[in-house]
């Protein structure tokens, strides 16, 4: 499994921003799509994650309400919405994938097996 992140760039406090993450090869195979970021000298975190089999959507605290993760199975493509965007969320975004979805680490690195290059996302104020 191949995923390209597309839709990152700079946006003013309070904008919105889609990103797009496309996935090719074995993607029948695909359970779990997340998205994680990382911020300059910090770990990277969870954002959001979409389960293919149960059709549940999970989001960080920190972006609940502001960010929606959805999903377009003819395009084989996810995508990342994010609404009232904080200079806090200034970050490299990565999506990831799964064949599986683990309840005890879909939250962590440790629950997928592929990911993106990642795409800058900075929010001025």
Do not use: H
Not at 7 to 36: H, K, N, Y
Not at 76 to 98: F, G, H, R
């Amino acid at each position: 499994v191949q995923l390209v992140e597309s839709g990152g760039g700079l946006v003013q406090a309070g904008g919105s921003l889609r990103l797009s993450c496309e996935a090719s090869g074995r993607t029948f195979s695909i359970d779990t799509m997340g998205w994680f970021r990382q911020a300059p000298g910090k770990e990277r975190e969870f954002v959001a994650a979409v389960i293919f089999s149960g059709g549940g959507t999970y989001y960080a605290d920190s972006v609940k309400g502001r960010f929606t993760i959805s999903r377009d199975n003819a395009k084989n493509t996810v995508y990342l919405q994010m609404n009232s965007l904080k200079p806090e969320d200034t970050a490299v975004y990565y999506c990831a994938a799964d064949p599986n979805y683990s309840s005890s680490y879909y939250r962590t690195d440790l629950g997928y097996a592929y990911w993106g290059q990642g795409t800058q996302v900075t929010v001025s104020s």
